[in-house]
Structure formats: structure tokens, C-alpha cells
């Protein structure tokens, strides 16, 4: 996968992304609005609304992953309320390894050339893992 103009602040459980001059806060500032799964195009749209310090320039900020190769999604702690859902608890690099657990995916570092899936963990403890050729970070203007 090419994280095309965007970065993770760290590659295991990280709370936020470098990309277009802003570090976007995503458990903090974000609340996630969902996914657009485009068929034709072979793409994914993850989204969400932004406040705080990015607020001033962007409203949110969207991830498309092109040239989609895996989207799965979990189930969610269903004792949890559902408001947990639209909150990122933390966004991971994992090896490709779909049938080992998150825990042991995860790697502090990575090499350029190393295959990876990226994978967002939501309070409500549901995850969406997605592999791609490319992810591309889009800021929502004002």
C-alpha cells in the first residue's frame, strides 16, 4: 500500500495523521461519519468531521484507498453505546496477516518496501482493516 500525501504520527496505534500541513487529531477532533464503498471505481471513502485547530481550514478530511484489495469489518462490543462508533481509538500498521490476531500484527518499525494493511480501531472496539494500492488523504474545505 502508498500512503500517498499523508502519514501515520506513529505505525501502531496512532491517534493521528501528517498530511496537507495539518496534523489531523482524529480520536480527539474527529468524528467519523462513515464509508462510501464505489464498486465501479474499486474504492473506498472513509470520513470525518473535524473541530478544534484544523476546524479554521478544513471542516474534515476523507481517505480514499484505490485499487481496493481487502475491507473487513468487524463487530462491535455491543454493550457499549453506539456514540462509540464514531470515535478512532487508534490507527495501525499491521503485517498482512489476516488470520493472527491485531496484537500480534503490529510492528513499531517498518521498512519502505514492507507490505502492510492499515487498520482503524474505533472505541466501540470495532476495526476496519483495508488494504489498497493507494491512500490518499483529502482535506474537506470550509
Known amino acids: 500500500m502508498n500512503l500517498i500525501n499523508f502519514d501515520l504520527v506513529q505505525p501502531s496505534y496512532a491517534i493521528g495523521l501528517n498530511g496537507l500541513g495539518v496534523v489531523w487529531d482524529l480520536p480527539n ?3 467519523f461519519l462513515g464509508l462510501d464503498l464505489n464498486s ?3 474504492s473506498i471513502l472513509l470520513k470525518w ?5 484544523t476546524s479554521s481550514q ?3 478530511c476523507h481517505l480514499l484507498f ?3 484489495k ?3 469489518i468487524s463487530s462491535r462490543d455491543q454493550e457499549l453505546p453506539q456514540s462509540e462508533d464514531l470515535t478512532v481509538a487508534g490507527i495501525s500498521m499491521v503485517t498482512p496477516e489476516i488470520s493472527k490476531d491485531l496484537a500480534y500484527r503490529v510492528r513499531r518499525q517498518w521498512s519502505p518496501d514492507d507490505p502492510f494493511h492499515l487498520v482503524f480501531e ?3 472496539r470495532r ?3 483495508l488494504d489498497a494500492e493507494t491512500v490518499e488523504l483529502i482535506g474537506v474545505p470550509q
Open 29 to 31: 477532533a474527529g468524528e
Open 40 to 42: 465501479s471505481k474499486n
Open 49 to 53: 468531521r473535524m473541530s478544534g485547530h
Open 58 to 60: 478544513y471542516s474534515g
Open 66 to 68: 484505490s485499487g481496493l
Open 70 to 72: 481487502l475491507m473487513y
Open 122 to 124: 474505533f472505541q466501540s
Open 127 to 129: 476495526y476496519i482493516e
